[in-house]
């Protein structure tokens, strides 16, 4: 379906990230938010907590991460779509819900604006230092997918497709920004309504018999959704259950359940993931980014380009799950990769484990604050390629 | 004359006493019986005192006991039979 | 002699609370003599006396033994994480807000991990119904002590006896914007069920409070009987006081148990003052949320 056009600011804007972000959910059909205020992220609910009360949305600002993470699920079993906004600290306080969501098939946006840690670190300065707490750092096993922009245009657009993934699997989706991304202003362009695809949420049809809250149904082996008030009486809970929702303890239950939670992910991982490849046909070295890095590492490539090396480009637009086919098939091809990300080696350890040894993968790390200075992604790229 | 009566699922029931002890007109008593857990379920042991008040399944925390009474039975059982036709 | 017994544990047909229960799930995990059971089946007394439409009430539960409510009625229900049953609640009631909803949910999950939740949703005068079965220890871990523990009480953290004073909820809960506070017992039945239905026709913030035996782990500890001694014990101590100053009723290991509605106030809930608020600033531009609107 399209983009309900109350909520679509059509027109070319000069915005940045973390507006867009905010317009991209709001396109996408987002009706609710939950925030605490946390630099470098504030300004996606400060603009929402403006907008909200235009287009018939609600924006309440909680006492913590822990109720603006559950208040959003909460919201979605109400009926509407919605997303929190956080960084950093916030992120780490947000880990159980994480799972939870994820526990519950409970499908929903959490936008991080990466900035430098641990701890307090660096509130107003960049860093990708999140990657792997996304994706581990809920407890238990579990999938989810995480988006990483790179641009304010892409705040808006994979912000969206953040939503329409989100309905598709019933599961959590994170925009994975990082602060200079965040605070970048650049021409956003805002297509009609009409032409934004936006998945709605796939309400059961079924009667009260026969409808069950965690059957899967379809190759995403997800389940039809429900709201409250349908006099469906569903029971959600965070306990391992069975497909009516029911409390059920045994490992078999475990088993079946983890396994398709698991599973539904993994399975359509080479539906869900995007990335973009530059050159990579013949290259002898792929650089590997994402988000602001991927910009930072344009500039390292044109240089090694220039003194006459073969060098591709692979940007991660998906980062989990993470693209393991194409990384697969590309390592025997290549002589190498290098890595260039704002922590020190995350996403990096996933490439090497799908290199299998194939081929040479240099990280170059930097623990934030800035981006990298191309001149260092170039010294491996030279490396690499000798 | 009974005005009321308990019906009991003993296969609930977890002996906590509640019912006998808060029973108004002292219908009940905890029976020798045992269940399939181990626990002596309660019954009515002067069930012509019963009012049918249900003050026992407001206290059984077990959703175990509950008590009627038998005039709105009967209306009851005769609405159903006059709907059934 | 009509009395009847049925030895299937999964039906029990005439039973007001049979309705209001997942009967498949019977029978539930709580000990023998817990609190717990009783406060449902005031609550379902309650929901039937007030007329409510079933299809339009959802309850969330925290973590905890109270915590497994959610688990047991027959109702869209969420058993969601410890402590952070209040602003599930508090997102649930915004996104649909036709829908009564109640959090059930017990002392521990409300006041110590998500007591920061409570008092804030409390100021905001948010319309949820919280009922809190305070069994004054934590249960379902094994009876460790509680921010409602009274002091001298033994508890599997408190081997000496709990020094660590204790909130007293009626007060906490007044002082942050409730708009009706009531405490009872799990003896007070009647009055229970009724001030459960009192609570549900008013609009806000509402909080109960329900002193509830843990036989197993609370009173075997500290010697004080089983749960039908911890019952009479209630009635013996329980002292109604409507209107009491809350301040004035803390709760102690074996003193006075001051019971009643100590609130009953008006003051806008959140809604309610938001849409206000909004129409009075935004005029014709303001387009109020209207509950789920999800293509």
Same mark, same amino acid.
């Given at each position: 379906m399209?983009?309900d056009p109350?909520?679509?600011l059509t027109?070319?804007?000069?915005m940045?990230?973390d507006?867009?972000a905010?317009?991209?959910a709001?396109?996408a059909g987002?009706r609710f938010?939950?925030g605490?205020?946390?630099?470098?992220?504030?300004e996606? %609910?400060?603009?929402?907590s403006?907008?909200a009360p235009?287009i018939?949305?609600?924006?309440?600002?909680m006492?913590?991460e822990?109720?603006?993470s559950?208040?959003i699920?909460?919201?979605?079993?109400?009926?509407?779509k919605?997303?929190?906004?956080?960084?950093?600290?916030g992120?780490?306080?947000?880990?159980?819900h994480?799972g939870?969501?994820?526990?519950?098939?409970?499908?929903c946006?959490?936008?991080?604006?990466q900035?430098?840690?641990?701890?307090t670190?660096l509130?107003t300065?960049?860093a990708q230092a999140?990657?792997?707490?996304? #994706?581990?750092g809920?407890?238990?096993?579990?999938?989810i997918?995480?988006?990483?922009?790179?641009?304010?245009?892409?705040?808006?657009d994979?912000?969206i497709?953040?939503f329409?993934?989100?309905? #598709?699997?019933r599961v959590? %989706?994170?925009?994975m920004m990082?602060?200079v991304v965040g605070h970048?202003t650049?021409? %956003?362009?805002i297509?009609s309504?009409?032409?934004?695809?936006?998945?709605?949420?796939h309400?059961t049809t079924k009667d009260?018999?026969?409808?069950?809250?965690?059957a899967?149904?379809? @190759? @995403?082996q997800?389940?039809?959704?429900?709201k409250?008030g349908e006099?469906?009486?569903?029971?959600v809970?965070?306990?391992?259950?069975?497909?009516?929702?029911?409390?059920?303890?045994?490992?078999?239950v475990?088993e079946?359940?983890?396994?398709r939670?698991?599973?539904k992910i993994r399975?359509n991982?080479e #539906?869900?993931?995007?990335?973009?490849q530059n050159q990579?046909?013949?290259a002898d070295v792929?650089?590997v980014?994402y988000?602001i890095?991927?910009?930072?590492?344009?500039r390292a490539?044109?240089?090694a380009?220039?003194e006459g090396?073969k060098v591709?480009?692979?940007?991660?637009?998906?980062a989990w799950?993470?693209? @393991?086919h194409i990384f697969?098939?590309?390592?025997p091809? %290549?002589?190498g990769?290098v890595v260039?990300?704002l922590n020190?080696g995350?996403m990096?350890?996933e490439?090497s484990?799908?290199?299998e040894?194939k081929c040479?993968?240099?990280?170059?790390?930097?623990?934030g604050?800035?981006?990298?200075n191309p001149q260092?992604i170039?010294k491996?790229i030279q490396?690499?390629?000798? | 004359?009974a =005005? &009321?009566?308990?019906?009991?699922?003993?296969?609930r029931?977890?002996a906590?006493g509640f019912?006998v002890?808060?029973?108004?007109?002292?219908?009940?008593?905890l029976s020798?019986?045992f269940?399939?857990? &181990?626990y002596h379920p309660?019954?009515?042991?002067t069930?012509?005192?019963c009012? &049918?008040?249900?003050?026992?399944?407001?206290?059984c925390?077990?959703?175990?006991?509950h008590g009627y =009474?038998l005039?709105?039975?009967?209306?009851?059982?005769?609405t159903?039979?006059?709907?059934?036709r | 002699m009509s009395t009847?017994?049925?030895?299937?544990?999964?039906v029990h047909?005439?039973?007001?609370?049979?309705?209001?229960?997942?009967?498949?799930?019977m029978?539930h995990i709580?000990?023998?003599?817990?609190?717990?059971?009783t406060?449902?089946n005031?609550?379902?007394?309650?929901?039937?006396?007030?007329?409510?439409?079933?299809?339009?009430?959802?309850?969330?539960s $925290?973590i905890?033994c109270?915590g497994r409510?959610?688990?047991?009625?027959?109702l869209d229900?969420?058993?969601t994480t410890?402590? *952070?049953a209040?602003p599930?609640?508090?997102g649930?009631?915004?996104?649909?807000?036709?829908t009564?909803v109640?959090?059930?949910?017990?002392?521990?999950?409300?006041f110590a +991990? $998500?007591?920061?939740?409570?008092?804030?949703a409390?100021?905001?005068?948010m319309?949820?119904k919280? +009922?809190?079965?305070?069994?004054?220890?934590?249960?379902?871990?094994?009876g460790?002590t509680?921010p409602t523990?009274?002091e001298?009480?033994?508890?599997?953290?408190?081997?000496y006896?709990t020094y660590d004073?204790?909130?007293n909820l009626p007060?906490?809960v007044?002082a942050?914007?409730?708009v009706?506070?009531?405490?009872?017992?799990?003896?007070?039945?009647?009055?229970?069920?009724?001030?459960?239905?009192?609570?549900?026709?008013k609009?806000?913030f509402?909080?109960i409070?329900v002193?509830?035996?843990c036989?197993?782990?609370?009173? *075997?500890r500290?010697k004080m009987g089983?749960a039908?001694?911890?019952?009479k014990?209630?009635k013996?101590?329980?002292?109604?006081?409507?209107?009491?100053p809350?301040?004035?009723? $803390?709760l102690t290991?074996?003193g006075e +148990?001051v019971?009643?509605?100590f609130v009953?106030r008006?003051?806008p809930d959140?809604?309610?003052?938001?849409?206000?608020?909004?129409?009075?600033?935004?005029g014709?531009?303001y387009i109020?949320a209207?509950?789920?609107v999800?293509?």
């Amino acid at each position: 379906m399209h983009a309900d056009p109350v909520g679509v600011l059509t027109g070319a804007h000069f915005m940045d990230g973390d507006h867009a972000a905010c317009e991209g959910a709001i396109a996408a059909g987002a009706r609710f938010a939950a925030g605490y205020p946390i630099t470098p992220s504030t300004e996606v %609910v400060e603009r929402f907590s403006n907008r909200a009360p235009r287009i018939g949305a609600t924006f309440i600002q909680m006492e913590d991460e822990l109720a603006a993470s559950i208040a959003i699920l909460g919201a979605v079993w109400g009926g509407v779509k919605a997303f929190t906004v956080t960084s950093g600290p916030g992120f780490s306080l947000m880990m159980e819900h994480i799972g939870y969501a994820v526990m519950t098939e409970t499908p929903c946006v959490f936008i991080d604006v990466q900035r430098g840690g641990p701890s307090t670190g660096l509130p107003t300065l960049p860093a990708q230092a999140d990657m792997m707490q996304v #994706k581990w750092g809920s407890h238990g096993d579990y999938e989810i997918i995480a988006l990483c922009p790179n641009s304010p245009q892409e705040c808006f657009d994979l912000t969206i497709q953040a939503f329409n993934l989100s309905e #598709k699997y019933r599961v959590p %989706v994170f925009v994975m920004m990082d602060e200079v991304v965040g605070h970048m202003t650049e021409k %956003v362009v805002i297509p009609s309504a009409d032409k934004i695809e936006v998945e709605p949420r796939h309400f059961t049809t079924k009667d009260k018999s026969s409808f069950q809250l965690y059957a899967p149904v379809g @190759e @995403e082996q997800t389940p039809e959704m429900t709201k409250v008030g349908e006099g469906y009486n569903v029971h959600v809970t965070g306990l391992t259950h069975d497909e009516r929702g029911y409390p059920n303890m045994t490992p078999a239950v475990q088993e079946r359940m983890v396994k398709r939670l698991v599973t539904k992910i993994r399975d359509n991982a080479e #539906k869900i993931c995007i990335v973009e490849q530059n050159q990579v046909e013949g290259a002898d070295v792929v650089v590997v980014s994402y988000g602001i890095t991927s910009r930072v590492a344009q500039r390292a490539v044109e240089m090694a380009r220039a003194e006459g090396l073969k060098v591709g480009t692979l940007r991660l637009i998906t980062a989990w799950p993470f693209p @393991e086919h194409i990384f697969r098939a590309l390592a025997p091809k %290549v002589k190498g990769m290098v890595v260039a990300e704002l922590n020190l080696g995350q996403m990096v350890r996933e490439v090497s484990r799908c290199a299998e040894g194939k081929c040479r993968v240099a990280a170059v790390g930097h623990a934030g604050g800035t981006v990298h200075n191309p001149q260092d992604i170039l010294k491996a790229i030279q490396e690499v390629a000798r | 004359m009974a =005005r &009321g009566a308990v019906s009991i699922v003993v296969e609930r029931c977890k002996a906590c006493g509640f019912c006998v002890e808060f029973c108004p007109t002292k219908v009940l008593a905890l029976s020798d019986a045992f269940n399939s857990k &181990g626990y002596h379920p309660p019954h009515a042991v002067t069930p012509d005192k019963c009012s &049918g008040c249900d003050l026992c399944g407001m206290y059984c925390p077990d959703f175990a006991i509950h008590g009627y =009474r038998l005039d709105k039975a009967a209306k009851a059982a005769e609405t159903e039979a006059s709907d059934a036709r | 002699m009509s009395t009847t017994t049925t030895p299937d544990c999964k039906v029990h047909p005439g039973n007001p609370v049979e309705s209001f229960l997942r009967t498949d799930r019977m029978p539930h995990i709580w000990c023998p003599g817990c609190g717990i059971g009783t406060t449902v089946n005031c609550f379902t007394r309650a929901l039937i006396d007030s007329k409510q439409d079933l299809n339009k009430l959802a309850i969330v539960s $925290g973590i905890g033994c109270t915590g497994r409510v959610a688990g047991y009625v027959n109702l869209d229900s969420f058993h969601t994480t410890h402590g *952070r049953a209040i602003p599930f609640a508090t997102g649930l009631k915004l996104a649909s807000p036709e829908t009564t909803v109640v959090v059930y949910s017990g002392d521990g999950d409300l006041f110590a +991990i $998500g007591g920061n939740h409570l008092i804030h949703a409390a100021r905001r005068n948010m319309d949820i119904k919280v +009922i809190c079965v305070n069994n004054l220890t934590y249960a379902m871990t094994g009876g460790q002590t509680a921010p409602t523990t009274p002091e001298d009480v033994i508890t599997a953290t408190a081997p000496y006896g709990t020094y660590d004073p204790a909130f007293n909820l009626p007060y906490l809960v007044e002082a942050a914007g409730a708009v009706y506070v009531a405490r009872w017992t799990t003896f007070h039945v009647k009055q229970l069920a009724r001030s459960m239905q009192e609570m549900f026709a008013k609009k806000g913030f509402g909080f109960i409070e329900v002193v509830s035996p843990c036989p197993t782990l609370y009173q *075997r500890r500290n010697k004080m009987g089983d749960a039908l001694d911890t019952m009479k014990f209630y009635k013996e101590v329980s002292k109604t006081k409507h209107g009491a100053p809350t301040s004035e009723v $803390g709760l102690t290991k074996s003193g006075e +148990i001051v019971v009643g509605k100590f609130v009953d106030r008006e003051r806008p809930d959140f809604t309610t003052h938001m849409h206000e608020h909004l129409q009075h600033s935004l005029g014709d531009k303001y387009i109020p949320a209207e509950g789920p609107v999800c293509g």
